[in-house]
């Protein structure tokens, strides 16, 4: 829980004019996506655009509020108990970090907690 979710550096995102956040992911240059490219269409970028309780949560992933901030924020704004929020916002940061838009920041001398062989992020960021 004080874990702080920050945005990969590497993709694009910005607001709307209602306020939500549209993420902007590129088209990776891999052999692979060039070859698929030539018989199907593969556009160089894709929008995927939040909903507004997404937006919030992407907004406050800024590197700065710990996940246990987080939840505390979300219970307030949307009047719900603490353990519906964290339900919901861990289950959103785990695929938000599946999809590596984001990933966590711990501090220094902390050491990611491990389950089985797998770690909460999971992967490096590609370059």
């Known amino acids: 829980m004080s874990s702080r979710p920050t945005h990969n550096e590497l993709i694009d995102w910005e607001k709307n004019e209602d306020g939500d956040v549209r993420i902007i992911v590129t088209r990776q240059a891999s052999w692979k996506v060039k070859l698929l490219s030539k018989f199907f269409y593969i556009p160089k970028k894709r929008r995927i655009t939040l909903d507004e309780l997404g937006s919030e949560v992407w907004v406050l ?52 907690r491990r389950r089985g062989k797998a770690s909460a992020s999971g992967k490096k960021w590609a370059q």
């Open 61 to 112: 992933c800024n590197g700065n509020t710990t996940v246990g901030q987080m939840i505390e924020v979300l219970s307030q704004r949307h009047q719900l108990n603490t353990k519906e929020a964290e339900v919901s916002l861990l289950s959103y940061l785990k695929t938000l970090g599946q999809k590596r838009f984001i990933g966590f920041a711990l501090d220094k001398g902390q050491a990611p």
